[in-house]
């Protein structure tokens, strides 16, 4: 029998760089890897729904069928039985009580839970995240704060199914850069041993980096220097100014800046606002809507933006934490950028609300990283005119350079600040 990962990646679901991202997250915070994939993104759930029921070869338990247990079926299972075996009976079909499982291959499990039940059964697959909210619902388990938001995030997304507008763009999706690129001559290993979903080893881990190599101004920071500056604090600890404001340059009648000059004043760039105008300015060209924000003290805040109708006020108190669903806690976890309609999630209401319009647009989001550490993210939105001419190799190497900039002026104004203080 294949493995989970194994039979995503050879339907071409998922990549094997997001398998590889996978698996680290497991190995890191345990779990079944169909609920990594889920929390990174990768797949939906009706897709980890339809591809448990072709790995098992046994009908899917979906969250409809878990929803509604009448007490009756709950008691033919005790609780310490249904929570030690992880195991829901949920409908009774003629003779047979139909019951949902993780390991349903386990035919020794079967036969204790058929002799404690008292009947034959017809078993059932469920995801792990369902199954563990089953538990806790109707027998009492605990349930990890991790799948409650897992499971608000995949509720949420029910209620409001994101539908892409016709003529979006071909890679509308939750991506990472290296889905798009040619095999790269540059590899990372990772070791095998995926305990719990039997792949039995991931090859590789393909990083690119840009051809032209990076910036000869990027000072690269050590990882003493993130840890003082905290994983998601460098604008706040390095003295970047943090308060937002509305940037408001006619764009209109602006000259076309090319990427080679956008580069240059990157690398003459002295702080950390002037590198967010720089892009702010830069990507009025191609968006009609484009916002940035800093990512500092586990919150996403608003701090520059630039489109018609942008409300000052809101883009000042926007805040988003990542202890909610949404597509910055996506892109946190690994994802390299996102194009699409964003789900009708309440982190996504209030960054419309900036606006004072709805979700229908399709947008991009990227993330800027130093060294992982997510410190900026870019938004931008061409109304209805959608992103399908969007040049992605162009924004990938925005990205890049700016995430330089970023790095270097923080680490200068750092250096700057601790030479006036032994000068003192």
Known sequence: MQSLGALLLQNGR????????????QREIGGRLGSCLLEMGAISEGLLDRTLAE??????????V????????????????????????????GSRVEIAMLEVDNLWLQDELSFIIGRRLKVYIASEVRLVSALAKYYGAPQPERFLKLERMLDQQRQQPVQQAQGAHPESRLIHWADLDEPSSQVVPIRGGDSGTGDDEVEAQERRQPDDGPSPQSIPLS????????????????????????????HSSAEVVEID?????????????????????????????????????????GWLGHGPGLDRDRLTDFKVTFDEPSIFLNLREGG??????????PPHLELASCWSKDLADECAVFPLRIQDHLVSLIYGD???????????????????????AFERCILEQKQARLRQASDR
């Open 336 to 345: 390299s950028f996102f194009i699409g309609q964003l789900p009708e999630m």
């Open 261 to 301: 000059d956008v580069e240059a004043q990157l690398a003459a760039a002295g702080h950390p606002e002037e590198v967010g105008q720089i892009l702010v300015d830069y990507l009025a060209q191609f968006f009609v809507r484009v916002l940035i924000f800093q990512v500092r003290q586990g919150a996403v805040l």
């Open 66 to 93: 878990l929803r509604d247990i009448s007490n009756e079926l709950i008691q033919m299972l005790p609780a310490r039985i249904a929570i030690r075996y992880q195991a829901v009976p949920f409908r009774v079909a």
């Open 223 to 250: 990882d003493s220097e993130l840890d003082s500056l905290g994983a998601e604090g460098a604008f706040e600890e390095a003295g970047a100014s943090v308060s937002p404001f509305l940037y408001t340059r006619d």
């Open 14 to 25: 998922i990549t094997k760089p997001q398998l590889g991202l996978a698996i680290s997250k």
């Open 382 to 404: 061409r109304g209805p005119l959608g992103l399908q001419a969007l040049d992605l190799d162009l924004i990938r190497r925005l990205t890049t350079v700016a995430s330089q």
């Open 55 to 64: 790995q098992q070869g046994v009908p899917i338990a979906a969250e409809e």
